[in-house]
């Protein structure tokens, strides 16, 4: 471990100011991905900027719009347990829920769910190459166990994943990361927030050197009703997703008014497809239907040689998520997914 400074600002704006725009710095809330991205010797800090005496970052408010501001300093588990996330959020609280553990989600906060690294085996490895860790030094995932790795949205630098189960219901429900940093706030849509990896594996998302997540904020939806967060793993719990679908319907009878299907595990970032979304509205809330929107979904889907089984898997989760959304009852604490 390398010699660093430790800094504890009193505010956003000293926390920002103490980062600059020194890449090597880093913001630690709960370091549940970052005190092991360190001790694998993946990231050198020339400073620690402890940012837990921040309140200002650690409430959960209403918004004027009729939505929810999420801090980036709750925990994950403050966070799907507040009473107002789970009445008009939902399908945020489940795929939280559906996350590591319980000790790591009392302790991993909501800006740093947004910013944990790939699992992949290799980038963990510093003595194998990886071109999200060393760029241009080559990617042992192509053509080695790939198991886990990406159908969507991959590249020939990288086939890495982007593992957070919260993520992929925050794509679905188009929440908006608030961040701040030298050149002023902004506000990133989250569809924009991470990358696929292309030419600059090394990149994860979108922000700029020594800019800080404030806040998520939700938009007000219809889909407190009907929704289903469904992840598929290896075992039952304490592993990231093969394949993971959030589904959300605002339906009008039998009719899907608006839909939205977010799929975490297959790529690089959470995957989207609006056509797939389009291809619903105003359709029965039928299987026939739900099919004929994986498919969409999953256009151009490549697998590779350990990981092909990921593409028949996705649509029968879409397929099967969707209908469970179509059942509140399957959703309550205890209930079992249907066959
Ligand atoms: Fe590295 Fe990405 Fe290849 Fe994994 S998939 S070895 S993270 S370049």
């Known amino acids: 471990m390398n010699n660093f400074d430790y800094l504890q600002p009193q505010s956003v704006s000293e926390a920002v100011d103490q980062a600059g725009t020194n890449d090597s710095n880093r913001f630690i809330a709960g370091g549940t991905n970052l005190l ?7 990231l050198h800090p020339a400073a620690l900027i402890d940012i837990n005496q921040l309140p200002a970052l ?13 801090g980036a300093l709750c925990t994950n588990a403050a966070t799907a347990y507040h009473p107002l996330v789970e009445e008009r959020y939902p399908l945020l609280s489940k795929a939280i829920l559906a996350g590591a553990s319980a000790q790591i989600r009392n302790m991993a906060t909501n800006g740093g769910n947004l910013l944990q690294r790939t699992r992949c085996y290799y980038f963990y490895d510093p003595a194998v190459p990886c071109n999200k860790r060393n760029p241009g030094s080559g990617c042992p995932a192509i053509g080695g166990y790939n198991r886990m790795h990406a159908i969507l949205g ?9 593992p957070s189960d919260m993520c992929v219901a925050l794509a679905a429900l188009n929440a908006v990361v608030l961040v701040t940093g030298q050149q002023g706030d902004r506000s990133i849509p989250f569809a924009d927030f991470h990358r696929l990896p292309g030419d600059q594996p090394a990149l994860d998302n979108t922000l700029l050197p020594g800019e800080l997540i404030t806040a998520i904020d939700l938009p007000p939806n219809r889909f407190a009703t009907n929704y289903s967060y469904l992840k598929l793993r290896d075992r039952h719990s304490y592993a990231f ?11 009008d009878g039998d009719t899907i008014r608006e839909a939205r299907i977010a799929l975490g595990g297959v790529a690089h970032k959470p995957w989207r497809n609006e056509l797939a979304e389009q291809f619903l509205q105003g359709k029965a809330a039928i299987e026939a239907n739900f099919a004929a929107a994986a498919d969409i979904l999953l256009q151009g889907a490549q697998g590779y040689q350990h990981n092909g089984f990921k593409i028949p898997l996705a649509k029968k989760a879409i397929i099967r998520n969707s209908l469970m959304a179509l059942d509140p009852a399957s959703q309550l604490p205890g209930a079992q997914p249907s066959a």
């Open 154 to 162: 991959a590249s020939d630098q990288c086939i890495a994943v982007f």
């Open 241 to 251: 997703a093969l394949v993971s679908v959030a589904t959300a319907l605002d339906l």
């Open 58 to 70: 650690n409430s959960i408010t209403e918004t004027a719009e009729g939505g929810l501001r999420l």
């Open 36 to 42: 092991d991205l360190w001790k694998y010797d993946l």
